[in-house]
């Protein structure tokens, strides 16, 4: 009981954090998630699924980009980003997101779904990368994009472990890396 309330003061000063430099005034200034999405690929129609959305700054640029006829799954860990993200949806009356607190790494989506995943600005990945790359690899359909955020410090073993695991490396854009799901889903072991 109480180490459940130390996690959940944790995981709320954690998003108090987080949303004021993920969804503070600079970042609405210095950036056009429509887009930088529709730039990475993102088409009208996709289905995405956005790893560790935090506030929702790329979901709502994700929701634009893939039009009424698209779906965004935007999942995270953290419950109070999930009641804000929620709140944020209802405001603006999107309805072709679906937003959980739910750990990426299980995602629940089946497998071949996904046209388009991305994994923005997240530094450490609850459950470790190598398992999420799997999960990703599992629900991404053949050709499919992983795009991967290019951090500091983070760039190079990232791409490594996503090579390590199969996937292509089509080119870096604006600092993000675009991987190709060329492995078909029945590979995955
Ligand atoms: C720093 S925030 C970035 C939010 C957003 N991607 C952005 O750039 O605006 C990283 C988020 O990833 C979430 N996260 C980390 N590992 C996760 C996982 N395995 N599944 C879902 N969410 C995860 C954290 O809870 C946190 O809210």
Redesign the pocket.
């Known amino acids: 009981m109480k180490a459940q309330r130390s996690q959940d003061l944790s995981?709320r000063i954690?998003?108090r954090m987080?949303r004021a430099?993920?969804?503070g005034w600079l970042?609405h200034k210095l950036v056009d998630p429509v887009e930088l999405l529709r730039t990475l690929g993102v088409k009208h129609g996709d289905h995405v699924l956005?790893?560790?959305?935090?506030?929702?700054?790329?979901?709502v640029g994700a929701s634009a980009a893939v039009g009424s006829d698209g779906i965004v799954y935007a999942?995270?860990?953290?419950l109070y980003?999930i009641r804000y993200l929620r709140t944020k949806l209802n405001k603006l009356d999107i309805t072709n997101v679906v937003a959980e607190d739910?750990?990426?790494?299980e995602s629940g989506l089946p497998d071949n779904s996904v046209d388009f995943a991305?994994?923005?600005?997240?530094?450490?990945?609850?459950?470790?990368i190598d398992?999420?790359i799997q999960e990703t690899i599992r629900v991404l359909k053949s050709n499919g994009i992983l795009a991967v955020?290019a951090e500091r410090g983070r760039a190079s073993s990232v791409v490594q472990t996503l090579l390590d695991k199969g996937l292509t490396l089509r080119e870096t854009k604006k600092r993000y890396h675009l991987f190709v799901n060329t492995i078909s889903a029945a590979n995955v072991g």
């Open positions: 995981y954690a998003f987080i430099v993920h969804d970042i956005e790893i560790g959305c935090g506030p929702g700054f790329y979901t999942f995270d860990i953290n980003a739910r750990n990426a790494n991305f994994l923005f600005g997240v530094p450490r990945v609850a459950g470790g398992q999420l955020g």
